[in-house]
């Protein structure tokens, strides 16, 4: 593992710890809504990864936007990121702590792709699918224009490839196999091109 990786695994592993004895379901709530306002807002996060702004200012902002209504512990966190500069790993951080949060509720979490944004019937019918064979599960739609036409589903480290180009990828291999053995049969028995 990369240092990075242990960094941002310790630190989500460390917030998780401390929100699980609180109001856990109120922190993981408040989290969440931060993430929302970080990852929806491109200048709140070009100012707190800014070199220059003193951390201070941007301390005080992060009291401002999390204001009396939010649980302390959350605040706390991102100050503490702010403090130690390590804001700009607050992507991965929140990812591993969704990890932590979906593993602690047992969902499981998947990813559908998809050449185009999936109909609402179609998103419906995925989930009922997808929850009929495994439980509780939190799906996240991304589209991939490269995928042509089908559905790639991802859990963990489980890839179910039904995307067009996966099927022309597999039919070439299949016919240069074709082409191969058949041109091996020719080269080892002459008589039969005649």
Not at 61 to 75: D, E, L, N, P
Request: a positive charge.
């Amino acid at each position: 593992m990369d240092r990075k990786k242990i960094l941002v695994k310790r630190y989500a592993e460390a917030f998780f710890l401390s929100i699980e004895e609180d109001n856990f379901e109120e922190c993981f709530k408040d989290f969440e809504a931060f993430s929302a306002i970080y990852f929806g807002y491109d200048g709140l996060r070009e100012i707190l990864n800014h070199p220059t702004i003193h951390v201070n200012r941007k301390i005080e902002m992060i009291q401002r936007i999390f204001g009396t209504q939010a649980r302390q512990k959350v605040s706390d966190f991102v100050c503490l990121l702010l403090k130690r500069r390590r804001i700009n790993y607050f992507e991965s951080i929140s990812m591993e702590v969704e990890r932590f949060y979906r593993r602690k509720n047992g969902i499981r979490g998947i990813v559908v792709k998809s050449s185009v944004p999936l109909t609402p019937p179609e998103r419906l019918r995925i989930r009922d699918v997808l929850v009929k064979k495994f439980g509780r599960v939190e799906i996240r739609e991304v589209v991939d224009p490269s995928i042509i036409g089908g559905l790639i589903i991802q859990m963990g480290d489980q890839v179910v490839d039904q995307s067009l180009r996966a099927r022309i990828a597999s039919l070439r291999d299949l016919m240069i196999r074709v082409d191969t053995e058949w041109m091996m049969t020719l080269i080892n028995q002459p008589s039969i091109a005649l």
